[in-house]
């Protein structure tokens, strides 16, 4: 292996394999590869401009072994030949180019895992397993790609987005890196260890965490390409990681408070005499969500005028009762929507390979819009300013975002940046980019746009993402609070979920109200507090008198249609969630100076005390709430691990507990134990 420097960047070549090792910010490094003449120039998820460092390579044994004398006496590796220095991150390379990661202090942080002979290393084995393993797909310049890295016991792994299942430590996970409903695939995660790593890779493959090695796989890709950071603390970590792929804009105020939607509200009266409801109730409300099929088919991206004959002075009046109103938006364009042709004709379709051309057959038979496409991004946008922006909707759903393919069969699309097999993560990222830099573009300083799936990035463009159709049950509940941690930790702040959960739930059914007071208390302190659910049985299925086929709807789901008992517990949460907002804001304003997850993990806020990076079912919102969620039907106490180092007391009662302990605290359906850390004055409770 040919190892040289080339400025700030080690240069790695054999044979046709190029490695560049090179810094990218603050205690950071880029690692990319390939076995192409050129290497392939997309940056993905690492947009933003970094600073520039004091960097260096080491290239001099003499040099070497100074520098390392320098770190506690750490001894040099058998065969190192360079290393890269960059704050408090090194990458020390062998004569055979084979990578270790340390931290300031020369402690491994991760290494590349490769089993083969080595002249240096007598402990090598011949089994000729490489830890970068570019193999030539025929015919063409792609790779599948395998990158390998060794595992070590105790290490614990947290982020990689949304999966659906109920462990927050990946660590033993497999995990697909391709996105579904419900499934957000974010590949960064932050290790126990000391250290952060995003796979820089939107191409569908794999990721194991074993307990014997780790393993990223691409089925097609054209490069590897990743980032690792170190830091003495979680906040560190995603400091710098956020620093390279983004932080989100400043919370609108509209974001803070509650927001009502349900599948689904069938026409505008219906509509304004919900908001009109609430508010004679004295309610609060900031947002109201009109759901998918207001339209009059896919891809026209317009109110359908028989239901919603009047936007203009439904928005007018929203404006004045002071509810935002949120329109959802498909990426799916029916074979019979007017916008077809023009756009298959342009180009702004994503296309297949074989097959019909037919993406999707809900309600219609649809392909859906090329995200991926910047004149398609700015298509679809300008449809959707002329059909809804004209009204004063400024706000936008942007549903289906992963796209929902059916089936999931990736090796079928293409895109305008290339093979869905190589680029497909990054559908979501276009389309929340489209509309956040048509807003801009227009004035508009409150973006937020609420998407069912993000990729890495996603959250500079305003990302609200929710996680999709769950189910209304209690495991789906506890799946969700790890699903919510995992964003955070995977650097995506705004996230969110059905409360209640979208599919199952019927309101007079006693075991759904018990789990719907319970969601709805948790959802109080997550980033956004949404309503939604499809709440069964559906109302039968409507006349067509024009002949445009329409959905009919779910049952009631404001928070008076579940019985009075449940009114009352409900209602409560609506003004929690006000006295929580000078509060909140606080927190959103670290989220977006510093990149600091809104929920966060208790070894987040507590790195120093060993049981919080054990603890999954409860978590801080911000940095002085401690929130721990009723998991179980039936359950009215709850234990709870208040973190060693700080003195909480309990929101309800007003005991204080000394930090470092579990304790057990009543939980009345009516309540969700909250503590607040070193004395802050926080009303939650106080009426």
């Not at 690792?228 to 400091?239: M, N, Q």
């Amino acid at each position: 292996m040919m190892i040289r420097a080339e400025g700030q960047r080690l240069l790695l070549r054999g044979g046709h394999e190029t490695v560049w090792i090179e810094p990218w910010g603050a205690d950071s490094l880029r690692v990319r590869g390939c076995i192409s003449a050129e290497m392939d120039g997309h940056d993905w998820a690492l947009t933003e401009p970094v600073e520039e460092t004091d960097a260096r390579i080491l290239m001099e044994e003499r040099d070497i072994r100074e520098a390392w004398e320098i770190r506690d006496g750490q001894p040099l590796r058998t065969g190192t030949f360079a290393v890269l220095e960059n704050g408090g991150i090194c990458a020390e390379v062998t004569d055979e180019g084979w990578i270790t990661f340390r931290n300031r202090r020369g402690e491994v942080l991760t290494q590349e895992y490769w089993r083969d002979r080595n002249r240096m290393n007598r402990h090598a084995v011949p089994l000729r397993i490489s830890a970068r393993e570019m193999k030539p797909i025929p015919g063409c310049d792609d790779m599948q790609l395998c990158a390998r890295f060794e595992a070590f016991d105790g290490e614990r792994i947290f982020g990689m987005g949304q999966y659906q299942d109920s462990r927050m430590d990946k660590k033993g996970a497999v995990l697909e890196l391709a996105h579904r409903n419900s499934q957000a695939s974010v590949p960064f995660y932050i290790s126990s260890r000391g250290y952060g790593f995003l796979w820089n890779n939107p191409a569908v493959g794999q990721a194991v965490f074993g307990t014997n090695r780790t393993e990223w796989t691409a089925l097609s890709t054209k490069k590897l390409d990743y980032f690792i950071t170190a830091g003495d603390t979680p906040a560190d970590i995603l400091r710098n990681y956020t620093r390279a792929s983004g932080r989100v804009p400043v919370m609108p105020e509209y974001g803070l408070g509650y927001w009502q939607c349900k599948l689904r509200y069938r026409t505008q009266e219906e509509f304004l005499a919900m908001i009109r409801e609430h508010k004679r109730r004295g309610l609060p409300m900031d947002v109201a969500v009109i759901d998918f099929f207001h339209w009059t088919l896919q891809g026209d991206f317009k109110f359908d005028p028989v239901c919603w004959p009047d936007p203009a002075a439904m928005v007018e009046e929203m404006n004045r009762l002071g509810v935002r109103c949120v329109v959802s938006v498909w990426p799916t364009v029916d074979e019979r929507s007017e916008n077809r042709g023009e756009m298959a004709e342009k180009g702004y379709l994503v296309q297949t390979d074989r097959g019909t051309g037919v993406h999707m057959t809900w309600m219609g038979a649809t392909a859906f819009y090329d995200a991926t496409n910047p004149e398609a991004q700015r298509y679809v946008y300008e449809k959707c300013r002329e059909n809804y922006g004209r009204y004063g909707i400024r706000t936008y759903w942007l549903d289906e975002a992963e796209p929902e393919y059916g089936p999931y069969d990736f090796d079928i699309y293409r895109y305008w940046a290339g093979p869905a097999l190589q680029v497909t993560n990054s559908y979501p990222v276009g389309y929340a980019k489209g509309f956040y830099e048509g807003l801009r573009g227009d004035g508009e300083k409150d973006i937020i746009s609420l998407v069912r799936c993000a990729w890495a990035g996603s959250q500079k463009y305003g990302v609200l993402c929710w996680s999709g159709d769950v189910h209304s049950t209690f495991r789906a509940m506890r799946e969700q609070l790890q699903a919510g941690l995992s964003m955070a930790a995977a650097g995506i702040p705004w996230w969110t979920c059905d409360l209640g959960g979208f599919i199952g739930g019927v309101n007079d059914d006693p075991a759904f109200r018990e789990l719907l007071a319970r969601w709805f208390a948790w959802g109080c302190f997550l980033p956004v507090f949404r309503m939604h659910g499809e709440r069964q049985p559906w109302y039968p299925q409507e006349p067509a008198p024009d002949g445009v086929q329409r959905p009919s709807s779910g049952q009631a789901n404001e928070i008076w249609s579940f019985g009075e008992e449940m009114y009352a517990i409900l209602r409560r949460y609506l003004f929690i969630r006000e006295r929580l907002r000078p509060y909140l804001r606080e927190v959103m304003a670290q989220a977006h100076e510093s990149g600091a997850p809104v929920m966060r993990p208790l070894w987040y806020e507590f790195p120093e005390d060993p049981a919080c990076w054990d603890v999954e079912d409860s978590y801080c919102l911000g940095g002085s709430l401690l929130i721990a969620p009723v998991l179980e039907a039936g359950a009215r106490e709850r234990s709870v691990y208040l973190p060693a180092g700080a003195v909480w007391k309990d929101a309800f009662s007003g005991i204080k507990y000394t930090g470092g302990q579990r304790v057990t605290v009543d939980a009345p359906l009516e309540m969700i134990p909250v503590f607040i850390r070193d004395g802050r004055d926080i009303p939650v409770y106080a009426e």
